[in-house]
């Protein structure tokens, strides 16, 4: 039996005093006369089951029966209301419930389980399941949902260093469930697997293994019909922890379930895709499009962030497996999102689920929009801003100002001094500061203190959001002198080239000439690998003539990338899955024990290719030598940014 942490009080000061009055249970918890009613009612009611009954004598009450049994109750945890709706949601997809057993779980009143009820059903509906109501309450759906809906109430409910350290049955919400199959999960994981990925990504495969094995176990298995094929590298990873597991019988469903779940958790993107085995280009190329019809939106070139692309993928591709279940009329961090942001988080709120074709929680919507909003304030390549600053101060107290505000707002550009005598017409500048508190400008204190920098933060993000700024030539950068990057970048501008082919209209055909010209030994094994990987990929670019061909094969002596236009089209699968015809293929290509420097100078081609529109019409249409001459950039950038 459960009971409450006030109720164990009151239980224990009757082991100790034998008969107790009301004064005194109201000095043990704190608690009013009224709630120590309330709880003798409730053990007048739930008491009896045990053999142990609440008396009355003069002196006050006591405990009569198999008082022995009272070792066996259990302090019921106190549960925040958003606590006890995911806990309530455990229980209900495993079992059926009355109302009454709910309210006598959680030991809450009947209109308390019952707006709980309707804050699940809201949940249930954004999720696809079905919340049953009747004289039982139970919920339903589809089983892959079910288990990233179970998965996601523990990543909310456990810390990354609790789920680590395996510290369930002590959790709250982690109790509910059977904890011996998250623990078995763990246990796989600390012997044998060794997955180089974040501490985060490695506790949500822990808790995707722990959760299915736990439903297997109550005959609970997904569906065959799963739409994507899961990489090699997934299934060898999963083949593995179901020999390490040894009792537990896996289905080639529940195989392909979490190969498929592994491949979300630990994929790379753009700039790796040469060196993936599989790559999602379709899912790159929605991302890619959100970018840009943002960008179109707001007239802001967020395409210049390199940084976006990956940090907007990573997040949505984790919300395919990981739903949002927060409330969303109360949760606070959203409003404050959408009032300090209220452009971008308007047109992330049209855009996202436009692009990607399903659904979104506010949540969700509000870290897309902080994504956009810290690739304003990352660096000044996508909005820079000049400034000017009014004062009465002198030049070094000013210089000071200036470089704090520089050091926290990196976007702007160039912040000019003006002194108050001698203000000129300030309406070429973006923004204005001044450290005087008369003037109508954004104030600058002496310190710059937190609030100060909040303060300026906020109205700058109004600033930017509602800027419209004509291009600009970038600041010189300073470079990194690595000669070995350099003389790896030598190498693929000297090998690349833009060459004709006499072609069949036929893509394997295409590859195979290809292939023959490149004058490479076990020319049919990499003719193989090409055609694979493209068709396990399609890098074909929607609304574009190109297609992208690239793998690592052991008879290829060098990095190289090259371009081939084709005299004949050929029809091939996009990145969209929707067919188009292409004249012109990028072929990008490197031994498999290729460096990190021609690793990374490679991965910027490769992400130059699939995630820049402004490149990717370049690689469309550009002869060689303006092909070329992108390259030869993209090269110098690299080398300039290599290591941040």
Known sequence: MLVTQREQQIIQEFLVKKTLTVADMMEATGASRRTIYRDLDKFQLT??????????????????????????????????????????????????????????????????????????????????????????????????????????????AMSISEALNGDFAEGKISSFLETQFLEKAKTVFEKNVEIKAVDKSKVLMQFFLGITLLRINQGKTVSTGLSRKPSKEAIAFVRDIIQELGGTSFNLAEIVYLASIYDVLYFGFGREVLFMEKFDSQFSYKVRQLISEVSQKMDIAFIKDDKLYGLLYAHLKETEILPDLSSEKENKFIKKIEADNKKVFKVVQEVLPKVFARKFSSTDIAFVTLHFVATLERSDLVLPLTAAIVTSRGRISCEFLISHLKKNFPFLKRIDIIQMSEIPDLAHYDVVFTTEKELDYIYVSRILDQKNTDD?????????????????????????????????????????????????????????????????????????????????????????????????????????????????????????????????????????????????????????????????????????????????????????????
């Open 47 to 156: 008491l009896p089951h045990m053999d142990i009954y609440l008396r009355t004598s003069p002196e006050g009450y006591y405990l009569e029966g198999n008082l022995a049994r009272l070792e066996q109750l259990q302090e019921l945890k106190e549960f925040s209301p958003q606590e006890r709706q995911k806990a309530e949601l455990v229980l209900l997809v495993t079992q059926h419930f009355s109302l009454e057993e709910l309210a006598e779980r959680f030991a809450v009143s009947l209109p308390t389980v019952i707006s709980d009820l309707k804050q699940l059903e809201k949940i249930c509906e954004e999720n696809e399941l079905l919340l049953h109501q009747g004289d039982d309450i139970w919920i339903t759906g589809k089983e892959e949902t079910i288990r990233s809906v179970l998965v996601s109430i523990l990543n909310d």
């Open 456 to 644: 300026i933060r906020h109205q700058l993000r109004v600033i930017q959001q509602e800027a419209r700024k004509e291009n600009r030539e970038d600041e010189p950068r300073h470079t990194v002198d690595l000669s070995r990057l350099f003389t790896i970048s030598n190498t693929l501008l000297e090998q690349f080239s833009l060459e004709t082919l006499e072609n069949p209209a036929d893509l394997q055909a295409v590859i195979e000439r290809i292939v023959q010209r490149l004058g490479f030994s076990e020319k049919e094994g990499l003719a193989r690998l090409l055609l694979e990987r493209f068709e396990a990929t399609h890098l074909a670019i929607p609304d574009t003539n190109i297609a992208l061909l690239h793998g690592l094969y052991e008879t290829v002596p060098y990095p190289l990338f090259k371009i081939y236009d084709l005299e004949e089209r050929i029809e091939v699968i996009a990145m969209n899955q929707e067919k188009i015809s292409v004249n012109r293929v990028l072929l990008l290509l490197a031994p498999p024990e290729v460096d990190h420097y021609a690793t990374y100078l490679l991965g910027r081609i490769s992400s130059s290719i699939i995630e820049n529109k402004l490149y990717t019409k370049i690689y469309d249409s550009g002869n060689q030598e303006v092909v070329e001459e992108l390259v030869k950039t993209i090269m110098t950038e690299s080398i300039q940014k290599y290591g941040e």
